[in-house]
């Protein structure tokens, strides 16, 4: 993981910065005093990075005159006041000026500065949840934002964000989109760096990375010395990890001047700790120690700790080479602590991988280097807690391969619910296939048989469909049969069963239906399907079909002489010329001038 989080909290803090950099328009020259208070409040806003001595004069030089101030110009000037104390590291002084800004100013844009400043700061306290709460409120404002700045510094603290969490997709989306808002003829340098902190979202970026050189020089030829020094100071960093220490001090020493004159704390705490590193590598222990016990000088009260692996990394190295290790002890254990700390959720395979290596390191320092009462106590609180994320480990596991088995029993089981309804559903119309048709009739004339209740079969067949398949193809065939399929479905009762039993034939079993009224039904199912209109091709056909009917009055209950009536039946409409119904009982009695048939009462 390296100085990962560290890197994130530098940029978070030099995005605090910057945040309401641009808001205040071009840089312009230093104004005499004036009562004008808002041209004292634009030009304290673009003064900032570039002459912050004449910017704490304005500032102070505008609390003088609360009385005339507007109130969109006093939320003007809290913001101010939340940046300069964002700038001294005093969060929880510039967290409650930004809280108020948010809730209360009436402009939507300076609700959403002062959102962006908070988003930053609730991210370098490791308020992430939130945060990214406030993230995605930010996200959405986007659109509705009118000033093409604000929409920039916006842009700007959603790219940090996403980044400290190691987002690199949407930290790049967010760092690129500054380039479209950036102020017209801007520089460059700000979407840059804010694109190679995205990129480092892994912090596996090497020294030699052209995005390295880019954002340096765009952010020096744009006098952005804050912005350039941050990749700058990561730049050593990674020349010291990479072996190349003597380049690392040689950028170090040629930052140094501008860094202590910018006197942005981060930044010079960071100079600090890195020449440490930087010497410590170069084999100078006694420079080494002093600058890393410089950069802890600066840091009583832990504010950044974030920033301090690398500080205790190189006093505990020293002090073990030393043959101080009590001291050297305890500064490993600074330094376990704020690696473990700085382990965000999204790194938690690397927080095992650590555990490993911190567990081995104190055992072998303890076996070789300290007493035996203070080897034995380390030992046994190492082991207890590898024995408690051990115990999580499994428990997370268990749950992991119980949900895992769960979850492949759910998708079996509607593999084999769609299985069935594949097996028993034609694939063309979505009706019952000619099996299952089969045995959906089987049980409905066993239940009428038993309740003594009349039921009727019909055999259908689509007359000259023949000719459509080979006049229009099989593909205006298939819609044909969709079209006639659907339709007969229309006419037919949920108690009812109807399937396809191959090519234009289909089957309906009427349950709880006597000869005359199955008749109706089907005498109305052949009319819909003569005055049915078909689109494209077909439209110009005239599509009918004849029809079979036998009912267990006649035939009895069983189903191979229903079907075989009702065959009949159907043969003998197509005699008759087809687009007809025929009964099987017929043939036996006389019909109405309507073609019904007469069944004795």
């Excluded at 641009?22 to 005093?33: D, E, F, I, T, W």
């Excluded at 939130?130 to 996200?139: G, I, N």
């Excluded at 704390?265 to 960071?270: A, D, E, I, P, S």
Aim: hydrophobic share 45%.
């Amino acid at each position: 993981m390296r100085l990962k989080l560290a890197w994130r909290r530098r940029l978070s803090c030099l995005g605090l910065v910057a945040a309401l950099f641009l808001c205040g328009g071009p840089l312009r020259a230093a104004m005499p005093p004036s009562v004008d208070v808002a041209a004292l409040l634009t030009q304290a806003q673009s003064l900032r990075t570039t002459d912050h001595a004449r910017f704490l004069q304005l500032l102070q030089q505008l609390h003088q005159h609360p009385e005339r101030l507007s109130t969109d110009q006093q939320w003007r000037l809290r913001l101010l006041d939340a940046w300069q104390a964002s700038f001294e590291g005093d969060y929880p002084k510039a967290e409650p000026l930004l809280r108020d800004v948010a809730a209360h100013a009436r402009d939507l844009d300076q609700r959403s500065l002062a959102n962006g400043m908070l988003l930053n700061m609730l991210a370098i306290q490791d308020k992430y949840e939130e945060a990214f709460t406030l993230a995605e409120q930010l996200a959405t404002t986007l659109p509705n934002l009118r000033d093409q700045h604000t929409t920039y510094v916006v842009l700007s603290q959603l790219s940090q964000l996403m980044a400290s969490a190691g987002q690199k997709e949407p930290a790049v989306g967010y760092a690129k989109q500054m380039e479209l808002f950036g102020p017209p003829g801007g520089s460059l340098c700000r979407p840059y760096v804010y694109l190679f902190g995205a990129l480092n979202a892994g912090d596996d970026l090497k020294p030699g990375d052209p995005i390295f050189r880019k954002a340096i020089d765009t952010c020096i030829a744009a006098k952005e010395p804050l912005y350039a020094e941050t990749v700058q100071l990561d730049l050593a960093r990674r020349q010291v990890d990479a072996g190349n220490s003597s380049d690392a001090l040689a950028l170090l020493k040629r930052i140094a001047p501008s860094v202590l004159a910018q006197d942005f704390k981060v930044h010079v705490y960071v100079l600090r700790s890195t020449l440490g590193y930087a010497y410590w590598a170069d084999g100078n222990a006694q420079q080494a120690r002093r600058w890393a016990l410089a950069a802890l000088a600066m840091d009583p009260d832990g504010d950044f700790e974030g920033q301090s692996e690398y500080t205790y990394r190189v006093l505990y190295e020293l002090e073990k080479q030393a043959g101080n290790y009590r001291a050297a002890l305890d500064y490993y254990r600074h330094y376990k602590n704020v690696k473990l700390r700085s382990v965000t959720d999204t790194q938690a395979i690397a927080l095992a991988y650590h555990t490993v290596h911190q567990q081995l390191a104190i055992r072998k320092l303890q076996l070789d280097e300290l007493s035996k009462q203070n080897r034995l106590l380390e030992l046994q609180q190492a082991l207890d807690r590898k024995a408690m994320e051990t115990s999580r480990l499994y428990f997370a596991l268990l749950l992991l391969v119980l949900a895992s088995i769960v979850y492949l029993l759910v998708r079996i089981k509607r593999s084999q619910l769609r299985f069935q309804k594949l097996a028993r559903r034609d694939s063309l119309t979505g009706i019952f296939n000619h099996q299952h048709f089969v045995s959906e009739a089987a049980r409905v004339l066993r239940y009428a048989e038993k309740s003594s209740r009349n039921a009727c079969v019909v055999l259908i067949d689509l007359d000259h469909f023949k000719r459509v398949n080979d006049t229009y193809g099989h593909a205006a065939g298939d819609a044909v049969l969709i079209r006639v399929a659907g339709l007969c479905q229309s006419h037919l009762r949920s108690i009812d069963v109807f399937g396809r039993l191959g090519g234009e034939e289909f089957g309906v079993v009427l349950a709880d239906c006597s000869l005359q009224v199955g008749w109706e039904i089907v005498e109305r199912m052949r009319e819909a399907l003569a005055s049915l209109a078909f689109d494209g091709e077909v439209s110009t056909e005239v599509i009918s079909a004849s029809f079979g009917l036998a009912s267990t009055e006649a035939s009895g209950y069983a189903l191979a002489t229903l079907m075989a009536n009702a065959d009949a039946a159907l043969y003998r409409a197509k005699d008759r010329g087809r687009n007809c119904v025929e009964t099987y009982v017929e043939f036996d009695r006389p019909r109405t001038a309507a073609g019904k048939p007469v069944v004795d009462a």
